[in-house]
């Protein structure tokens, strides 16, 4: 019912940028909290960044000075930009979304919903 695509990954080089984006689709009512986790081979998926509907944003130590979220809730969208990336930010972005939805018998549930991934490769 819902679908959150991903976009904006790529091979880039040590201290250069990328900016992700996110967009969300379906039978949507509204979107609360949208964010981006990264995941590294063999590891788990982390939060990077998270911002509320009214525009807060929250990062993981690791990315704060470099990365910065934003949101347009008129599109259903939310956006990373990346900046002054290094190897260790390599792995797959995962867009996510809590999203209230209205489904075929007119009622509202909330879920959390998450996008397929973009890779990022950053090269040192």
């Known amino acids: 019912q819902v679908q959150l695509v991903e976009s904006g990954g790529g091979l880039v080089q040590a201290g250069g940028s990328l900016r992700l984006s996110c967009v969300a689709s379906?039978?949507?009512?509204?979107?609360?909290?949208m964010g981006w986790f990264h995941q590294r081979p063999g590891k788990e998926r982390e939060s990077v960044a998270m911002?509320?509907?009214?525009?807060?944003?929250q990062y993981v130590d690791s990315v704060k000075g470099r990365f910065t979220i934003s949101r347009d809730n008129g599109q259903n969208a939310v956006y990373l930009q990346m900046d002054n990336l290094k190897p260790e930010d390599t792995g797959v972005y995962y867009c996510?979304?809590?999203?209230?939805?209205?489904?075929?018998?007119?009622?509202?549930?909330?879920?959390?919903?998450w996008g397929l991934g973009t890779q990022i490769t950053v090269s040192s």
């Open positions: 996510y979304g809590n999203i209230e939805i209205v489904n075929s018998y007119g009622a509202y549930r909330q879920h959390d919903y």
């Open positions: 911002i509320t509907r009214g525009g807060s944003p």
């Open positions: 379906g039978r949507i009512y509204s979107i609360n909290d």
